[in-house]
């Protein structure tokens, strides 16, 4: 995954509307822009600019079926952050760990 890409997902993920929309599609993949807006305290048009953020990092795929525009979560660039970027922190806490333990028994 380039720096950007990254870097976009990172973006996307800032916000807590799109955040709340990926939850949406976590629990039911495959929704309309009426489902997805349903109960939110955002408009319509807020929720169409929130998911072309979330389609432009790739996180949201949509596809038409007939009249409808299904939105399906993509989990591939979260996951490819996770495993490239964040991982790295985990290494360094588990190091530590591990030096504090060793630091104890002597």
């Known amino acids: 995954m380039s720096r ?47 998911l072309k953020v979330l389609e432009a990092a ?4 949509a596809t038409r079926q007939g009249r409808e525009k299904r939105h399906y979560l993509n989990p591939v660039p979260i996951h490819a952050v996770a495993m490239r970027w964040l991982k790295q922190f985990d290494a360094v806490r588990l190091e530590a760990l591990v030096a504090g333990e060793a630091g104890g028994r002597e």
């Open 4 to 50: 950007v890409a990254r870097d976009t997902v990172f973006e996307a993920l800032a916000d807590d509307h799109r955040r709340a929309l990926l939850d949406r599609l976590r629990r039911r993949n495959g929704q309309t822009l009426a489902e997805l807006c349903q109960g939110l305290a955002i408009t319509r048009q807020a929720v169409t600019k929130h």
């Open 58 to 61: 790739n996180l949201v795929l």
